[in-house]
């Protein structure tokens, strides 16, 4: 499936909590240091929906959510602020 940046997200293992989106993972290698670029790890680049702290996820792991799925001041699916 392919996500855009800023879709919100479920990812297993994490049960109640919805992601951002941010993007592929990218890690500098031997020849960034004259080419700028940086390669894409197959893995995605996630953040809970409230805080700011970057998770790497298995792209695999991720499925959508609706809007009206998570809050979005806490960031919980099912939370009764929805």
Do not use: K
């Not at 941010?22 to 929906?49: K, Q």
């Amino acid at each position: 499936m392919n996500f855009e940046q800023g879709d919100t997200v479920r990812v297993s293992g994490y049960r109640g909590i919805a992601f951002r989106y941010l993007g592929p993972e990218t890690r500098p290698d031997e020849d960034t240091e004259w080419s700028g670029f940086e390669p894409e790890t197959g893995m995605a680049l996630v953040v809970m929906v409230g805080d700011d702290r970057r998770h790497v996820v298995d792209p695999a792991d991720m499925t959508p959510l609706a809007d009206d799925e998570f809050c979005g001041g806490c960031g919980q699916i099912g939370c009764s602020h929805v």
